[in-house]
């Protein structure tokens, strides 16, 4: 799958930074860059908390992510250029001022860029060539744990509020997907618009069955 940069705006909220990690996790997963989730997730939940705590609840707030080369970049847009994170210092046993040290901890790198009408506050991790095991990680697996990851994030969606952040991101996520089995289909000699249409008379089906019951 093209790793394609993409870039999300929201309102920095602390109930956004769920949504946010969950997103995270989906892309990463369908990037074939397990490895990088946790780590990921951290850095953009401390990138956005840092934004909540010392720009304000509301703000105006930009997530990038994509590929420097072999880096996973991340970056959190906001538009205030006079507060800029520090690296603090402060201590195991302090609750606050602690962001830029875990960040500093999991990436490899980061920094901040000062625009004419934002500020850039960035992360970089490395990714790794193969798994844990010495094998390169099978993309087909990947994408698998991948799927399983979405449909829970769907599936949540439809128990409580939807959000829209996830949604969205969802809906990205899913015709990425569906580009791949297209992909898969043509590199074994389906054809693709036949498989198309048949799903789409058994969706067609199921839905008439949903309805009348």
């Known amino acids: 799958m093209s790793r394609k940069p993409w870039d999300l705006r929201f309102l920095a909220e602390p109930e956004e930074v769920a949504a946010l990690r969950r997103v995270l996790r989906v892309h990463l997963g369908l990037w074939g860059l397990d490895e990088l989730i946790d780590a990921a997730q951290l850095c953009v939940s401390e ?14 707030t930009t997530l990038a992510v994509s590929m420097k080369g072999t880096d996973l970049r991340i970056e959190v847009h906001d538009p205030d250029t006079r507060t800029l994170p520090t690296l603090l210092h402060e201590g195991v046993d302090c ?19 000062l625009l004419a009408d934002r500020k850039v506050t960035w992360c970089e991790l490395t990714t790794a060539p193969a798994a844990r095991n010495g094998h390169v990680a099978v993309p087909g697996v990947t994408r698998a744990e991948a799927l399983l990851d979405l449909y829970a994030v ?10 829209r952040l996830s949604t969205a991101l969802a809906e990205e996520a899913v015709i990425d997907v569906i580009t791949d089995f297209l992909h898969w289909l043509r590199a074994h000699g389906c054809d693709e ?6 799903a789409q008379q058994r969706f067609d089906s199921q839905s ?3 309805v009348v019951s």
Do not use: F
Not at 193 to 198: A, G, M, V
């Open 47 to 60: 990138l956005v908390s840092n934004v909540i705590i010392h720009v304000g609840p509301g703000t105006p």
């Open 193 to 198: 618009e036949e498989i198309l249409d048949r």
């Open 95 to 113: 609750e606050t001022g602690r962001g830029m040290e875990l960040i500093t901890g999991m990436a490899d790198r980061w920094g901040v860029q």
């Open 154 to 163: 769907v599936k949540s969606a439809g128990e409580s509020k939807p959000s």
């Open 208 to 210: 008439a069955m949903i």
